[in-house]
């Protein structure tokens, strides 16, 4: 896990880079079924909602999920699992809901009196794959690439 300032600004950014694209992947395929072109579409989309997701992570969001995991967890007692549980379902629990608002604000084709509905119902949607990819598949990728690029600190 990070120590430095620097090395929380490139975890943020790996994390930003695999989630967002995995999350506008899914959003696509969902909308418009699967296809190989929705690789390329996800990866269209990636600079515009990865900027917005790490501007989120890393100066709002990820330290308010730091501050609550440490409400829940006491990394002297507990296992470190368990703080990257904690720190990773909240980071979710309020990324989630966020991105999916701006999604609804910058992708919404159903018109703006419809915007509350659809950002309910993409937030309901994309919470349980947020929360599966985080947990099960980005997370470990992740802790695994930024372990080999900081594995002599």
């Known amino acids: 896990m990070p120590k430095t300032k620097f090395q929380d600004l490139i975890y943020t950014i790996i994390m930003v880079i695999v989630m967002v694209y995995a999350m506008v992947f899914y959003n696509i395929i969902s909308i418009e079924g699967p296809s190989n072109q929705a690789f390329i579409m996800a990866f269209k989309e990636l600079p515009i909602m990865g900027l917005i997701a790490?501007?989120?992570?890393?100066?709002?969001?990820?330290?308010?999920?730091?501050?609550?995991?440490?409400?829940?967890?006491?990394?002297?007692?507990?296992?470190?699992?368990?703080?990257?549980?904690?720190?990773?379902?909240?980071?979710?629990?309020?990324?989630?809901?966020?991105?999916?608002?701006?999604?609804?604000?910058?992708?919404?084709?159903?018109?703006?009196?419809?915007?509350?509905?659809?950002?309910?119902?993409?937030?309901?949607?994309?919470?349980?794959?947020?929360?599966?990819?985080?947990?099960?598949?980005?997370g470990p990728f992740v802790r695994l690439i930024f372990r080999h690029i900081f594995k002599n600190n």
């Open 54 to 138: 790490f501007i989120l992570e890393f100066f709002l969001i990820g330290k308010i999920a730091q501050k609550l995991a440490l409400r829940l967890v006491n990394p002297k007692e507990d296992k470190p699992i368990m703080m990257i549980l904690a720190v990773s379902s909240i980071i979710v629990a309020f990324m989630c809901p966020t991105m999916s608002l701006i999604g609804s604000l910058l992708f919404n084709f159903n018109g703006f009196e419809n915007i509350i509905i659809n950002w309910l119902t993409l937030t309901i949607k994309n919470f349980p794959m947020a929360l599966f990819w985080q947990i099960f598949y980005a």
